[in-house]
């Protein structure tokens, strides 16, 4: 595909990512004077398992649509994820409900539901993906994250602490949801025939092999921080954590999003070629030119910046903010390269790195934490991180490719 398909669709899924994370950059002051930075914390806690369990609800199958052969074959990834996600929904069932008897509080149990939603969106997204409905892709990204925002707003106004975090935030996803449901000629087709879901499940079995402990691993990451920082310095700073880390990685959620989802389908056919890894360049170098500003802006006016926009009551974050700067930019080029490794089908390899760098940011965490707070460990896992997504970084670049014959 040429690379100027890619450019548009890059920007009509641009196009809706800023405006999903215009309305809750902008709600977010508002949001911080409903909510105390304690329901913040619960919520980031809350969000961060939801999200580790939501990445591998379809055991990464759904992954796998943009390399199916034929339409055929993409219903059977479908039928199969649905199975999945059906199993995965009991057993996150039965662990919301142990979570809330322990804690002795009612929230948890919010976590099927949102479980659910998410690995539904998941599947929906990356079958959108595969069809190439960019628009309708970008409509569902403003009405995730711009929605969430508005929707935790109007209730917070009736002090719902933090079930009204959790509840805006699921009702927008269930809304993309349905933006990115096929029509309904589509939906026929689907029950043509009965889809092969097991052969579906014996071929594409690297995904869940390889990519599903990859991905939770990665997600287990946020976790796992989230859970450190409550348990070290109490509910407001993990709340400060959260808040930093959601309006620091918002540009890497707007365009790492965008151009994963149009770069995908565009590796899995050039793949593993001269073509294909220049790409790669490309997309790299052009993501490192707009993080580099990205940077030095938060350097700079970070710690000023958070204290005038959300409150005297959140400075910590700010501070955070400036300490985390150079790992948020590392993280906003690697975030959309994601997809390489899968196109590339070196999911074996992606696998050993990660772990390498989640051990990384897990321990320069809890080594920053002690050393200096919130501050210290956000100077920590900016250095330790430097060093792995360089070498990541590097290991694309020179990535051996298939020799182009007359």
Known sequence: MATSGLRRAVFTLLAGGALAQALPLALGPWLTRLYSPESYGQYHLFAAVAANLAVVACARYEFALPMAADESEARALRALCQRVLAGVLLLT??????????????????????????????????SATRAQRFRALASARVLQHGGGAVGQVAIGLLQASVHGLIAGALAAVLAALAVLRP??????????RAPDWRGAARRFRDYPLLNTPHAFLGALQDTVAVALIAAQLGAAAAGAWGLALRYLKAPATLVGGAVSQALHPRLAQAGRTPAGRALVLRTMALLALIAAPLVVGLWAVAPALFGWAFGAEWSAAGELGRALALYIGLHFVASPLGVVTLAWDAQA???????????????????????????????????AMAVYFGWYFLKLATWPVAEVTA
């Open 93 to 126: 069932t039965l662990g919301a409900v142990a979570w809330a008897w322990r804690l002795g509080a009612v929230w948890p149990l919010w976590l099927p539901a949102s479980v659910g939603a998410l690995g539904g969106l998941s599947l929906a997204t990356l």
């Open 183 to 192: 029509a309904g000629a589509d939906r026929a087709a689907e029950v043509d």
């Open 349 to 383: 390899w992606a696998l050993k790195l990660a772990l390498v760098g989640q051990g990384l940011f897990v321990a320069a965490l809890a080594a920053g934490l002690a050393w200096d707070g919130l501050r210290g460990a956000g100077w920590a896992v900016s250095l």
